[in-house]
């Protein structure tokens, strides 16, 4: 071609093609982008929504806890308290409709992992009651072993015999080790972070999953040492708390309670245990609680958001506190 000569009407069009295509895909870029921001923008909305929608929630319960403490002190089953799965339908602030879902559980219904030291020191009566709990619930030795050293080493040096809280009942029980569990309560020699809720123990090497799962309904992690409520507490709990109690016959302690015949007091407890060879002072249960955690969900086309909390409702102040507060399941 002759320098002279201009560029053939086909390559001039081949570049306004690829110019048409570049700015094409720009273009596309810049929109995917924005709906990515978009959607990331909605996303924080709906989690803000809920997560205020949720946290009402949780001051309801606080308020519920209060008001009823009032007129009804005893928790047990079934109480005005309890919403075991409770949902009702609401409708969000965009016209979706949701439900939202509220489970209150009684956490002195349950084994305190943090009852194993008491003033910087381990206590291996309690220590026994839980490889006792371990061994009725089919947890391996090995597995109980592992998670009460756990516990053991992030309480040990946390507690100061100044400082740590006293127990919720005076006098001290004693659960009688089998031969194929015996306690084991010598102190660790490292101090491990202390553990806030059971799950925390999924980053102990050697425990499984399938081991916290099983000890979930049963075992529990709080602030300060408690008593077992006998009202709201299963047979394997009571099994393992009270010492010289038998499965079977802690099922038939509670058989009773459980078609209406609560405990009114501690001394009924003693009572109706018929355990004449076992001090009254040794048996460390209850009719009332101070610890629930609540479980807050809502769900819509949008997804599902959820919150749980730890409260403590003071009986005596007749004040509740939220202890802890996490989204997510």
């Not at 009852?115 to 009651?129: F, T």
């Not at 809502?298 to 007749?318: N, P």
């Amino acid at each position: 071609m002759h320098p002279s000569q201009s560029p053939a009407p086909g390559m001039a069009v081949i570049s306004v093609l690829l110019i048409v295509a570049l700015i094409a895909g720009l273009a596309t870029a810049l929109m995917t982008r924005q709906n990515t921001v978009l959607h990331s923008v909605q996303n924080e909305q709906y989690r803000l929504r809920n997560y205020w929608l949720l946290r009402g929630e949780i001051n309801h319960v606080q308020a519920r806890l209060r008001h009823i403490s009032h007129r009804q002190p005893v928790v047990r089953l079934g109480g005005d308290w309890s919403s075991s799965g409770q949902s009702r339908p609401i409708t969000l602030d965009n016209g979706i409709p949701a439900r939202l879902y509220t489970l209150i559980t009684d956490e002195q219904s349950k084994y305190n992992l943090t009852n194993l030291v008491e003033r910087g020191q381990i206590q291996p009566k309690e220590v026994s009651a839980f490889l006792r709990l371990c061994a009725l619930l089919g947890v391996p030795p090995a597995q109980a072993e592992l998670i009460s050293q756990r516990v053991i080493s992030s309480l040990i040096d946390d507690q100061a015999p100044d400082t740590a809280p006293p127990h919720k009942q005076t006098g001290t029980h004693s659960v009688v080790s089998s031969p194929s569990h015996p306690v084991q309560a010598k102190a660790p020699h490292h101090r491990a972070p202390r553990l806030r809720v059971l799950h925390d123990l999924t980053a102990v090497p050697g425990v499984q999953a399938a081991t916290l799962a099983r000890l979930q309904p049963y075992v529990t992690v709080l602030p300060e040492r408690t008593w077992i409520n006998a009202n709201t507490a299963s047979p394997v709990v009571i099994a393992a708390w009270v010492p010289g109690l038998s499965l079977e016959q802690a099922k038939a302690l509670l058989k009773s309670r459980d078609q209406g015949t609560w405990f009114i007091n501690h001394g009924d407890i003693i009572q109706r245990l018929n355990m004449p060879q076992l001090p009254s002072h040794e048996v460390l249960l209850g009719i009332t609680s101070s610890w629930f955690h609540v479980q807050a969900l809502v769900q819509s086309a949008q997804g599902i958001s959820q919150i749980q909390a730890l409260i403590h409702h003071d009986i005596r102040q007749q004040r509740t506190q939220l202890m802890w507060l996490r989204e997510g399941v």
